[in-house]
């Protein structure tokens, strides 16, 4: 039995169609038509496939010619020349059959030998094993990881510090936390490649400056206050970061911070600053360039650096107030998504900050010895090559005086002049970039690293050596 009220309403739809205005009807029916269409309509027709035949099918199997799975590697490629090295890397290294000095990695305060450390690693990964199986958020978070925070926290004087498992991973996460796509970065063009994916993953509006140079700085940002005079109400949407760093890693420049917090109050700028090469190298306890210029770190919002440098272990972190780093706890990719550092190579960090913290003198020998090497190489260096760093930086980058125009060219010159040094046990590298994606891609040089360890004799003798090395190279380039 049909219900009346079945009746009552397909009645009132019979009344309403027969007041509804004619247009509407139509509109309606074709609406009909056009979704009956996009369900019963194909996307092509059986009829229009041509039919090849067997010579044809032949023909296009031959020609076709399938992309490589992965690009096609240059015979001077580095990653077909590897140099094995089968020791701790410490000041020596052993390369081959060769004990070479080693003046290549970052090892700035020779902690990597250190039977302290090597104790508290081993200790520590009796208790917990090696991996700590999942990121931080899930299960990855162990004691020895929240007390390297609040060391650091400490050790660098501000409110409270986040770790991160990956150096390279710590500010490429960090800028992206914070700023978007409708922001605004000011960052120097030099900037290390960790903080240029940073900025990619950020989306934002990116304005680079020359390096170190605040007056085109402050062009760029007058530039910027008067677009925001003439849009206010975008402008009150739109953030404004400042990304420097310390010690720039591609130039061996410090960056001149006191200048650069006078534009941030000026122009109202949130400051990031990154010193992962500054950090546990410069100033009197190795706080870093804020110590070194006499900063409080809370004028800065952020400061991140590394812990594969200075300190011997793996990993980065952040440090700032409560409210900024609490923030990246939720927002940093790098924190929330990747397995946390091994406990192992926490507990070996902290163990390199206690010592750092008990004995400052070694920032003193550091220093002694970067500004000796820095002398001694102006005075020694012969006149093809030059020296380009801070003269307190524990990186400086020996380039050609006179570059030839062809990066290529002048990469091949400085690598054999590596080679030759290596022959010579000395260990030295040519900085690599990724040619194809740097955003201004430094001009090409040699490395040098130094470190709290080596002595005014090894020093000297390493400059003779590459001075002997680049002679023979340069003589037979030109010859």
């Not at 094995?84 to 020596?92: A, M």
């Not at 102006?378 to 093809?384: A, G, K, V």
């Not at 002049?417 to 001009?443: F, G, R, S």
Request: aromatic share 8%; proline share 4%.
């Amino acid at each position: 039995m049909v219900p009346l009220d079945m009746f009552h309403g397909l009645f009132e739809s019979i009344k309403a169609l027969q007041h509804a205005p004619v247009y509407h009807l139509v509109f309606e029916a074709g609406l009909i038509v056009w979704l009956m269409w996009l369900l019963f309509m194909k996307s092509y027709s059986l009829t229009d496939k041509q039919k090849l035949t067997k010579k044809e099918e032949q023909e296009l199997i031959d020609e076709w010619m399938p992309e490589p799975l992965v690009p096609v590697t240059p015979v001077s490629s580095r990653a077909l020349h590897p140099r094995i090295v089968s020791s701790k890397v410490g000041k020596y290294i052993q390369l081959g059959d060769r004990q070479c000095l080693n003046l290549a990695t970052h090892n700035y305060l020779g902690l990597i030998e250190n039977p302290k450390i090597e104790e508290a690693a081993l200790k520590c990964l009796s208790h917990y094993g090696v991996g700590s199986c999942g990121p931080r958020g899930f299960y990855g978070t162990t004691e020895v990881h929240l007390d390297l925070e609040d060391k650091l926290a400490e050790y660098m004087g501000c409110e409270e510090a986040v770790v991160y498992s990956y150096g390279f991973s710590t500010i490429a996460s960090a800028i992206p936390a914070y700023s978007k796509r409708s922001d605004v970065i000011f960052v120097d063009e030099m900037v290390n490649f960790a903080i240029q994916k940073g900025l990619d993953a950020s989306r934002s509006r990116i304005f680079f400056f020359k390096h170190n140079d605040v007056e085109d700085l402050e062009r760029i940002l007058m530039e910027q206050a008067d677009l925001d005079r003439k849009n206010p109400k975008r402008a009150k949407r739109t953030r404004r970061f400042l990304v420097a760093e310390g010690i720039y890693m591609n130039t061996g420049e410090m960056a001149p911070l006191p200048r650069l917090l006078e534009l941030r109050e000026k122009y109202k700028l949130r400051f990031f600053l990154d010193e992962s090469v500054s950090f546990g190298t410069i100033g009197k306890n190795g706080h870093g360039i804020t110590e070194y210029y006499n900063i409080d770190p809370a004028e800065l919002d952020m400061i991140s650096g590394s812990l594969e440098y200075a300190v011997g272990s793996i990993g980065g972190f952040c440090v700032g107030s409560h409210f900024i780093i609490e923030h990246q706890r939720l927002s940093g990719l790098g924190y929330c998504f990747s397995a946390s550092a091994p406990p192992l190579m926490m507990a070996a960090a902290i163990t390199s900050l206690d010592i750092m913290k008990k004995d400052p003198s070694i920032f003193q020998t550091l220093k002694s010895n970067c500004i000796f090497m820095h002398e001694k190489l102006n005075s020694l260096l012969i006149s093809e090559l030059r020296v380009f760093a801070h003269p307190e930086s524990v990186v400086k980058h020996i380039r050609l005086a006179i570059p030839s125009g062809d990066k290529t060219k002048d990469e091949e010159i400085l690598n054999d002049i590596v080679m030759q040094c290596e022959e010579a046990n000395l260990a030295l590298t040519t900085a690599a970039y990724l040619t194809d994606q740097e955003k201004k891609l430094p001009e090409p040089s040699i490395r040098i690293t130094v470190n709290a360890l080596l002595t005014k004799i090894e020093m000297e003798s390493a400059i003779k050596t590459i001075n002997k090395a680049a002679a023979a190279v340069l003589s037979s380039k030109c010859s």
